[in-house]
């Protein structure tokens, strides 16, 4: 049973950036492919960003391309979302998820709080 653990979430003025990071436990995270969701209140869960097992293939949401960088260490059991030029619509809940397909995902985290004030 994996387990995965968001920090890197707080409260930054827009403009600012933020690093999220995922750590695994109970299982190896480099098996699966690993995304990043949001969740704003009174509104449904998105995708964010997502990364192949291998590192090599990212996906981006059109709302965060060019502005978020998803990336993996596997030797950490690790991935990250680097999230620069960040605006008060980023403000929402962001969850990590790891799955054996991108689109498609078993385990994942508990969130943690991103707020962007303007």
């Known amino acids: 049973q994996v387990q995965l653990v968001e920090s890197g979430g707080g409260l930054v003025q827009a403009g600012g950036s933020l690093r999220l990071s995922c750590a695994a436990s109970g299982g190896t995270l480099s098996a699966y492919h690993m995304g990043w969701y949001r969740q704003a209140p009174g509104k449904e869960r998105e995708f964010v960003a997502a990364i192949r097992w291998s590192g090599n293939i990212v996906y981006y949401a059109d709302s965060v391309k060019g502005r978020f960088t998803i990336s993996r260490d596997n030797a950490k059991n690790t991935v990250y979302l680097q999230m620069n030029s960040l605006k008060p619509e980023d403000t929402a809940v962001y969850y990590c998820?790891?799955?054996?397909?991108?689109?498609?995902?078993?385990?994942w985290g508990q969130g943690t709080q991103v707020t962007v004030s303007s």
């Open positions: 998820a790891a799955g054996a397909m991108v689109s498609s995902y078993d385990y």
